[in-house]
């Protein structure tokens, strides 16, 4: 799946994500794991100031973090960067 359609998918249903959905998808952007503590995980990205920190709840992730990245792709035109994989 391409970045655009990995996009499409996580803005169409953000109640809806998985945990381990929503982590990949940051990874497809170029962040990497960076740490976390408990049902949290934090990635990072070189050259993006802003941290995307995830909570896993119940195998779900929470709505408003999936917006997060949603906001930091955009922001940071993350669409346009690199390969469409």
């Known amino acids: 799946m391409g970045r655009r359609e990995l996009f499409q998918e996580l803005k169409a249903d953000p109640k809806h994500v998985r945990f381990d959905h929503l982590c990949r998808a940051a990874e497809a952007f170029g962040f990497r794991f960076r740490g976390g503590k408990g049902s949290h995980q934090v990635f990072v990205r070189e050259g993006i ?22 906001k930091v792709i955009e922001k940071y035109n993350l669409l346009e960067d690199g390969d469409d994989a």
């Open 49 to 70: 100031p802003d941290l995307l920190n995830f909570q896993n709840v119940k195998g779900w992730a929470k709505p408003y973090q999936v917006k997060q990245l949603l």
